[in-house]
T-cell receptor, first 111, second 115 residues
Framework: GEDVEQSLFLSVREGDSSVINCTYT??????LYWYKQEPGAGLQLLTY?????DMKQDQRLTVLLNKKDKHLSLRIADTQTGDSAIYFC???????????FGAGTTVTVRA | SAVISQKPSRDICQRGTSLTIQCQVD?????MFWYRQQPGQSLTLIAT?????????ESGFVIDKFPISRPNLTFSTLTVSNMSPEDSSIYLC????????????FGPGTRLLVL
């Protein structure tokens, strides 16, 4: 199967780091993605990682991939109020690029 | 990144009617997809829009209910037919293969409410 699982909620204090976790089941996945959805908006591609990589850093975002455990995480450094949103983890199946999404993690940043 | 527009951005429709949603990309892309996001839920793939041939539907979705067109490499439409309140969702198109990149970008979505 291609179930993608995420925790549903995360509350973090402004200025702290946020870590959002995701597990997937399809070992043939080629790319793994993190999307951000703000209230009333569409999906914004935040970052992605190719399955042969362990880590990818992009400014405040760090993605870690543990392929053995099929575990993906997104770390947001110095979390700001503008980071409050729903974050979706998604995996791309090999050969057809179709995405399977997790349920989304609602991140709330408190002052 | 890809610039993707969808029309309409939102609509309120009566049950039994149909609505056609348009998706336009600013450059040619390899793949175009249509997703549905029901209220408070994650995204579910409806179908892959194939240029010049019939769309490929996922389990649970059929062409009679969700006819799709893709006349060229930058444009696609999704029609939600004979609507019921259960069709109230956000419908999003996405594209793959923009600028040779193997990343998938999403449009802003069409918010549909069926009364």
């Amino acid at each position: 199967g291609e179930d993608v699982e995420q925790s549903l909620f995360l509350s973090v204090r402004e200025g702290d780091s946020s870590v959002i976790n995701c597990t997937y089941t399809d070992s043939s996945s080629t790319y793994l993605y993190w999307y951000k959805q703000e209230p009333g908006a569409g999906l914004q591609l935040l970052t992605y990682i190719f399955s042969n990589m362990d880590m990818k850093q992009d400014q405040r975002l760090t993605v870690l991939l543990n392929k053995k455990d099929k575990h993906l995480s997104l770390r947001i450094a110095d979390t700001q109020t503008g980071d409050s949103a729903i974050y979706f983890c998604a995996e791309a199946r090999a050969n057809d690029y179709k995405l399977s999404f997790g349920a989304g993690t609602t991140v709330t940043v408190r002052a | 990144s890809a610039v993707i527009s969808q029309k309409p951005s939102r609509d309120i429709c009566q049950r039994g009617t149909s609505l056609t949603i348009q998706c336009q990309v600013d450059s040619q892309v390899t793949m175009m997809f249509w997703y549905r996001q029901q209220p408070g839920q994650s995204l579910t793939l409806i179908a892959t829009a194939n240029q010049g041939s019939e769309a490929t539907y996922e389990s649970g979705f059929v062409i009679d209910k969700f006819p799709i067109s893709r006349p060229n490499l930058t444009f696609s439409t999704l029609t939600v037919s004979n609507m019921s309140p259960e069709d109230s969702s956000i419908y999003l198109c996405s594209v793959e293969g923009y600028g040779m990149q193997e990343t998938q970008y999403f449009g802003p979505g069409t918010r549909l409410l069926v009364l």
